[in-house]
């Protein structure tokens, strides 16, 4: 049973780097979505596919992020010149379009911009 | 503008007992609200949900009670188990001409005491 895979699990960057994230999602789903999560806090929407179209952004989403989805399948999460504020889990999660209101997120990536 | 408030930020109970965890809504067009569950270093998991047209569902040792004239619904877990020391979440969002995407509320972390 293959579930939301996230790449890398961690990841420790210098501020102003370039980091990039990938999400498979669970296989036939075709919806896919970035969330955020700081510490104590809940998560929060960046960001959702529908096959390969953005349907929708947050106001979170910077023009320093960008996501694609190119084939529908993977996703990939950019965020550009990295700053201390960017610090934080970022979750994707998959759902099918049959029943789209049950999520399934992934374990999440760790960012730490020192 | 917070949509989803979750109370209390953080819950103890001792082992045996019965955690509430309450949480209220803004947006009349939600109509699905779930429970995530998510471990340290985790992604949140589904632990059950309610639409607005039953006032209560049970599964387990968890119950969704839900209120649609107050917009509010909450998580009772009976019977609660070192195991279940976690951080619990609702989450909203609307299906039915919607996008399904969830809004979450900020989080309650449990301990259960052995």
């Known amino acids: 049973d293959t579930g939301v895979s996230q790449d890398p699990r961690h990841k420790i960057t210098k501020r102003g780097q370039n980091v990039t994230f990938r999400c498979d999602p669970i296989?036939?789903?075709?919806?896919l979505y970035w969330y955020r999560q700081t510490l104590g806090q809940g998560p929060e929407f960046l960001t959702y596919f529908q096959n390969e179209a953005q349907l929708e952004k947050s106001r979170l989403l910077s023009d320093r992020f960008s996501a694609e989805r190119p084939k529908g399948s993977f996703s990939t999460l950019e965020i550009q010149r990295t700053e201390q504020g960017d610090s934080a889990m970022y979750l994707c999660a998959s759902s099918v379009r049959a029943n789209g209101n049950t999520i399934y997120f992934g374990e999440g990536s760790w960012l730490t911009v020192v | 503008q917070q949509q989803v408030k979750q109370s209390p930020q953080s819950l103890i109970v001792q082992k045996g007992g019965i955690s509430i965890i309450n949480c209220a809504y803004e947006n009349t067009a939600f109509d699905y609200f779930p429970w995530y569950q998510q471990f340290p270093g985790k992604g949140p998991a589904l632990l059950i949900a309610i639409r607005p047209d039953v006032s209560e569902k049970k599964e387990g040792r968890f119950t969704i009670s839900f209120n649609k004239s107050a917009k509010q619904f909450s998580l009772h877990i009976m019977d609660s188990q070192p195991g279940d020391s976690a951080t619990y979440f609702c989450?909203?969002?609307?299906?039915?001409?919607?996008?399904?995407?969830?809004?979450f509320g900020r989080g309650t972390s449990l301990i259960v005491h052995p």
């Open positions: 989450a909203a969002s609307r299906g039915s001409g919607g996008s399904y995407i969830p809004t």
């Open positions: 296989s036939e789903h075709n919806r």
